[in-house]
């Protein structure tokens, strides 16, 4: 983490904004920096594996390294750089658990690329994700690990077909060698063949990941970039130069030569220039990212499957041939080999995926990793599914719920709204778009709120059956399982600040285990819900308002008396979430921060509690009392 401070304060220094932000994620995995609307510009135009840590940013590595390597060490030796690089990067982003995965995943194509053979790599890739699973069976579910697989497979089966692609439509176009043979033996040379090579590596292996990831980005995320293509292959054959260069300049910055690193940087702000340029225009294209509804999981199947025939269709195409002429039961015993193995290794995960994702029989709380703001996946012991607010952006919001959620489940069961806050509703206001509702939950208080509009009209397009839930009563989820309304008053609460002291308080309740939510409830609303004698006694804190100095006081912890706190804040927030005073207040207790931990999971049984994080290790032990 501090390395990554000071890789963040000299970029910060040297490079100005937008593309400094820019640059901290692509090159640290900040992205708190980066402006909104320029993020959304890069959704819209499908480019945003560029700027966060993922599976495309260490691909490309990969195969930067890889050229590198073959051109300076020969091909044979050219594995060691390639892997050493990809483990440096891993080490310079943070190392945590996504970026170990997409790191593995990239070490994995280049020792298959190695080895020469595309079914020693498949296998590979097979053995390497089972693994994983073995490690934790629900790791299948998690959207990162699904998009990073695709790309690793996508590497492996397609690279070969978009380069021959590519030479017939470019001549001389051969995968990082097209003024090699034109230009060996000279340094200069060289050094134009490397430059091909960046460009033309860089350009494949976008395109390849690409045609197996995008099937996914559309069934989670719900949207077609109509433009993605157009941008990415403009933009990509630059991306290794700000990778590269932009790695070493924050390396050297840090050892103190800040002005070698800002010549280092010349390169990636040129290369960031173009990237914003680019995608700016594109984004501003009429119909370049379009709404897809109803895209389900047979379509998704369906794709996959198209693409497993373009794959197969020389040898499914000679083994029609070869049936008309030898006759039917020959033809059935060429195919049934390739036809039967995929049927089975569909059914395979089909049936694992829904033994796997049956309830367990305890009570699931996820508080998700969505940035700076609040979003709580509740699964009851039979199931039942409740999402409790729900932060500002809906990528990081569906991107959570598919990691939590079996990839064939679209409903929820019951929305809940603590306040009408960006940082609460707005992406909870797009949830109808994606899943079917059930029900959603709304109060006397937010009924006169007019901030609350839009999620009202959500619900209303939806159909969701709204229940009005008074002040001090309860919803049955079933199986021994209730959320209490503990506040605010029926009539409201009067303070200075409305919204936030107007928050819903909910406890949820499962034997002798409970949670409670305080959504962005202060100092004011903790002193009230104290004088009424509210039973706030809670085994798991949700902290108010994201750990500002405005919530969570002395008296009202004492009260709450938790055995755990959890924080939910983005990484390197403006507002200075969590507060020291806060983090003072909570020693003692086992603390829990989706910006250092990301997703937080707590489940229990109605008696015992269990805890896990998705980056980190947790030790519930000390703090059982």
Not at 129 to 134: A, H, N, P, T, V
Not at 139 to 146: S, Y
Not at 222 to 229: D, K
Request: glycine share 12%; with cysteine.
């Amino acid at each position: 983490y501090r390395f990554r401070a000071r890789g963040e304060a000299l970029l910060n220094r040297l490079l100005p904004e937008p593309y400094a932000a820019l640059a901290n994620g692509m090159l640290l995995g900040i992205e708190a920096g980066i402006p909104d609307d320029l993020y959304e510009q890069f959704n819209l135009t499908g480019t945003s594996h560029t700027i966060v840590i993922s599976g495309s940013n260490v691909q490309i590595i990969a195969a930067l390294f890889m050229a590198l390597g073959q051109r300076l060490f020969g091909r044979k030796r050219a594995i060691w750089p390639t892997l050493m690089g990809i483990g440096c990067y891993a080490l310079l982003v943070g190392g945590d658990a996504a970026v170990l995965r997409a790191a593995g995943m990239g070490a994995l194509f280049v020792i298959a690329t190695h080895l020469g053979r595309t079914s020693t790599a498949i296998i590979s890739l097979a053995v390497a994700c089972w693994l994983m699973m073995i490690q934790n069976p629900l790791t299948f579910w998690d959207v990162g690990f699904q998009l990073s697989s695709a790309a690793t497979a996508g590497l492996i089966l397609f690279s070969n077909d978009v380069t021959n692609l590519f030479a017939k439509i470019w001549p001389g176009f051969s995968g990082g060698h097209l003024l090699a043979d034109a230009t060996r033996g000279s340094i200069a040379g060289k050094a134009k063949g490397l430059l091909a090579g960046f460009l033309q590596d860089g350009l494949l292996v976008t395109i390849a990941a690409n045609l197996t990831t995008l099937p996914l980005v559309v069934y989670y995320f719900g949207r077609l970039s109509v433009v993605s293509f157009l941008t990415n292959l403009i933009v990509s054959p630059v991306q290794g130069f700000i990778m590269i260069w932009g790695s070493i300049a924050i390396v050297v910055g840090v050892a103190g030569l800040t002005w070698v690193a800002w010549l280092l940087l010349l390169m990636p702000w040129l290369s960031l220039v173009w990237t914003v340029f680019t995608v700016r225009w594109t984004a501003a294209l009429p119909y370049g990212s379009v709404e897809i509804m109803g895209f389900n999981l047979w379509m998704l199947l369906g794709i996959y499957a198209l693409l497993m025939v373009v794959y197969w269709r020389q040898q499914i195409w000679g083994g029609l041939r070869r049936g008309l002429e030898i006759g039917a039961r020959q033809l059935v015993a060429l195919l049934a080999g390739p036809v039967t193995a995929g049927a089975l290794c569909v059914a395979g995960l089909v049936v694992w995926g829904g033994v796997l994702s049956q309830p367990d029989g305890q009570l699931h709380v996820y508080f998700l990793d969505i940035g700076q703001g609040d979003g709580i996946f509740i699964e009851t012991p039979s199931g039942r599914q409740v999402l409790i607010d729900g932060g500002s952006s809906p990528q990081a919001l569906f991107s959570e719920l598919g990691a939590v959620m079996p990839f064939w489940d679209r409903t929820i069961d019951l929305l809940v709204l603590t306040h009408p806050d960006g940082d609460h509703m707005n992406a909870q206001v797009e949830v109808p778009q994606r899943f079917a509702v059930e029900r959603a939950l709304d109060t006397i208080t937010s009924q006169q709120n007019p901030d609350a509009e839009p999620w009202r009209t959500a619900m209303q397009v939806a159909s969701a059956e709204v229940v009005l839930q008074h002040t001090g009563g309860w919803v049955d989820l079933g199986d021994g399982v209730s959320l209490w309304v503990l506040w605010p008053p029926p009539n409201g609460f009067n303070a200075e600040d409305v919204d936030n002291e107007n928050s819903l308080v909910l406890k949820l309740v499962y034997g002798n285990f409970s949670v409670l939510l305080t959504g962005d409830a202060g100092l004011p609303s903790e002193a009230g819900m104290l004088a009424q004698g509210l039973p706030l006694a809670s085994t798991v804190l949700k902290v108010g308002h994201h750990g500002s100095t405005t919530s969570t006081g002395a008296d009202f912890l004492q009260t709450v008396n938790p055995v755990a706190a959890v924080i939910q804040v983005g990484i390197d927030n403006r507002y200075g979430h969590p507060t020291d005073e806060v983090l003072q207040a909570l020693t003692g207790r086992l603390l829990l921060r989706n910006d250092r931990q990301g997703r937080i999971h707590v489940w229990s049984d109605g008696s015992q509690m269990w805890v896990d994080a998705e980056r980190g290790t947790v030790n519930l032990t000390e703090f059982i009392r």
